[in-house]
Each structure stands twice: as structure tokens, then as C-alpha cells.
């Protein structure tokens, strides 16, 4: 069998592409979405990151406010920073790219940032109401990803979901989202005995384990739908969490790494940073 490739950055372009429809029609009744995008450090994978989450504000019409802080930056000065963000008026998200230098508590951080102006939903009170199944934004990486399982044609109702990974920012919520579509969840991680069979029951499978290529083809079900979210640098090389080659043998429906989930995350910012705005105004 060979799988359907799920093509993260053909769907990712056409979301794009409705809301920069929608924005044009948003700045015809006065709203003018507008993101701040926060950097600390010299992590040139944040950096690329960052760039290319303004390229999409730009491509959109969202205007894209963007600091470059230094290393050596305080938590104190970042604290700040985030206060005056949550005041500014033209400012309807914020985003402060993780990881952060080691003196700043991210925790601290995240928690003072405005539930509203959170397009992360990295704040305890939007992940409470992703766990409630009421949420105001989702959380950008698993939304892309649940884009992309909708793509490839399953009904996630009743089938055997395994996320693996446990982080906050993917392992977590992704599997609120699958629960929320009426999946059987199972999160398996570094300490879950026999992961191996966990992952092989699996009729979709979220490889978010941050460890390149360790998902196989022989620890998944034929026919599964598989979802990498990995992004390793190896040699200069970007590859995921899944062994593409052996893994797409497998399945019925896999992503590419790059040009999967990631371009998925980016789309999904742009749309929590639209509903910023429309929640924003409809407050004013
Ligand atoms: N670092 C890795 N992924 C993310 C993300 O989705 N948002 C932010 N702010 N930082 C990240």
C-alpha cells in the first residue's frame, strides 16, 4: 500500500486564502486585526519560525507588530513588555515564541497574558476550556492537525486515537480535540510500557514525540491515518517523529514533514488572531 499524502501546505494556502477574504471584509466595518509577535533570544529556529508567522500576517492583512528582545532579557522586562500588550488597542493577539532564556519563567509569563488576546490557548483558562470542550481559541498545532485527519477522509467518532507525546503546547490538548470528535484516546509517552503495541492499536496516530523518526512502520496499524508533528533538524535536514519511508508502506493517509502540519499551525494562529479581533470589537 502506498498513502494518501496529506498536503499541509496546499490546505494551509487555502485557509490562508479565505481569511484574507475575510479580513478585506472585516477592514470594510472598521476591524483591523493586528498580532504582536514576541521574541526573546538568538534561537535560530524560532527565528524561522517567527518569519514566517509575519509572512503569513502580511499575506493576510493582519497587521503584524513584531520585538526582538535580547538573550539577557528579564522576566521583569518581558512582564512589561506583555502588560503593555494586553493594553494596546491595535494589538488583538499576542504571541510570545517558546521556547524562552532560562531566567524567564515561561509559566509566569503565559499567565499574564489576556485570555482574550491568547491565539496560543496557552493560558490555564483557555486550556480549561479546552478541556470543558468549550473553547474560545483552539491551540494551534493540534487544530492543524485535526484539519489534517479531516482531510484524509476518517470519521474520527469511535475510532482508536493514540497521541504520543505528552507535551502542554501538542500531546495534551490534541487529545481533547480527538476526544471532542468522539475518539477512544490513549496518550502514550517515554514511560509507557510496550509503546510499541499502544501505538500499533492506533487508527490515527499524533507523533509528537519530539525524537526523529522513532515511529516505524511496523508499530502502525495498516491502513492508519498517521500525523507527524515532529520538526528535527538532523544534518541540516528537516525530518519528522515518523520514518516516512517504512511508515507510508503502512498507512492509508500520512503527512510530510516539512509541508504537513506545520504550515497547518501557522494557518490556525491566523484564524485564532481573526477571531481575536471579531471577539475584540463585538466587545468594544
Ligand atoms: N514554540 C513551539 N511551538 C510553538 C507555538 O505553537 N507557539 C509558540 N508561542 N511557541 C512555540
Redesign the pocket.
Known amino acids: 500500500m502506498s498513502a494518501k499524502i496529506l498536503n499541509g501546505k496546499e490546505v494551509s494556502e487555502r485557509i490562508k486564502t479565505e481569511l484574507k477574504d475575510k479580513v478585506s471584509e472585516l477592514k470594510k466595518i472598521g476591524i483591523f486585526p493586528g498580532l504582536a509577535v514576541v521574541l526573546v533570544g538568538n534561537d535560530p529556529a ?1 527565528r524561522v ?1 517567527v518569519n514566517s508567522k509575519k509572512r503569513a500576517c502580511e499575506f493576510i492583512g493582519i497587521e503584524s507588530f513584531e520585538y526582538a528582545l535580547p538573550e539577557e532579557t528579564t522576566e521583569k522586562q518581558l512582564l512589561e513588555l506583555v502588560a503593555e500588550l494586553n493594553a494596546d488597542k491595535k494589538v488583538n493577539g499576542i ?5 524562552l532564556p532560562e531566567q524567564i519563567n515561561e509559566e509566569n509569563i503565559i499567565n499574564t497574558i489576556n485570555p482574550l488576546k491568547d491565539v ?1 490557548a ?1 493560558h490555564p483558562f483557555n486550556v480549561g476550556r479546552i478541556m470543558t470542550g468549550n473553547p474560545v481559541f483552539l491551540p ?2 493540534p487544530a492543524g492537525v485535526m484539519e489534517l485527519v479531516h482531510e484524509s477522509g476518517i470519521d474520527v467518532k469511535g475510532k482508536e486515537c493514540v497521541v504520543a507525546g505528552r507535551s502542554n ?1 501538542v500531546g495534551k490538548p490534541q487529545a481533547m480535540l480527538l476526544l471532542a470528535e468522539h475518539g477512544t484516546v490513549t496518550i502514550c509517552h517515554s514511560r509507557t510500557v510496550n509503546l510499541e503495541e499502544v501505538c500499533k492499536r492506533a487508527d490515527i496516530l499524533v507523533a509528537a514525540v519530539g525524537k526523529p523518526e522513532f515511529i516505524k512502520g511496523s508499530m502502525i496499524k495498516p491502513g492508519a491515518v498517521v500525523i507527524d508533528v515532529g520538526i528535527n533538524r538532523i544534518n541540516g535536514k528537516i525530518v519528522g517523529d515518523v520514518e516516512f519511508a517504512s511508515a507510508s508502506e503502512v498507512a492509508s493517509a500520512i503527512t510530510p514533514v516539512p509541508g504537513g502540519v506545520g504550515p497547518m ?1 501557522i494557518a490556525m ?1 491566523m484564524k485564532n488572531t481573526v477571531k481575536a479581533a471579531e471577539l475584540y470589537y463585538s466587545r468594544a
Do not use: H
Open positions: 524560532s519560525y504571541l510570545v515564541q517558546l521556547p496560543d496557552f494551534c498545532t503546547i499551525t494562529l
